[in-house]
């Protein structure tokens, strides 16, 4: 299944946010996928220097990605497929 990258603007005053985001994220992937999408959020990344922040999630299509974005309000600047090395195919 492909991965996904949904990049977001998250300053540091704002950072003790982001387990509150990521449950969000983690919730709306489970939302999407229990009415027929296929979506797995897989983890979090915030880069504090440059005030990002990464979703990585793993599904079918990115639309799914770009839809579970917007239901958690995650205000993405964009949504990109991506490829890791280390990950297990599943």
């Given amino acids: ?41 897989d983890r979090c990344i915030y880069v504090p220097e440059d005030e990002l922040c990464f979703y990585v999630f793993d599904a079918v299509r990115r639309a799914d990605v770009a839809r579970t974005a917007e239901r958690a309000r995650l205000e993405a600047l964009r949504v990109v497929e991506i490829v890791s090395s280390g990950k297990e195919p599943r």
Avoid: I, K
Wanted: glycine letters at 4%; a positive charge.
């Fill in 1 to 41: 299944m492909p991965s996904f990258l949904v990049e977001t603007f998250l300053s540091r005053r704002d950072a003790v946010r982001r387990p509150e985001h990521e449950g969000r994220a983690r919730r709306a992937a489970a939302e999407l996928t229990r009415e027929g999408a296929s979506v797995r959020f």
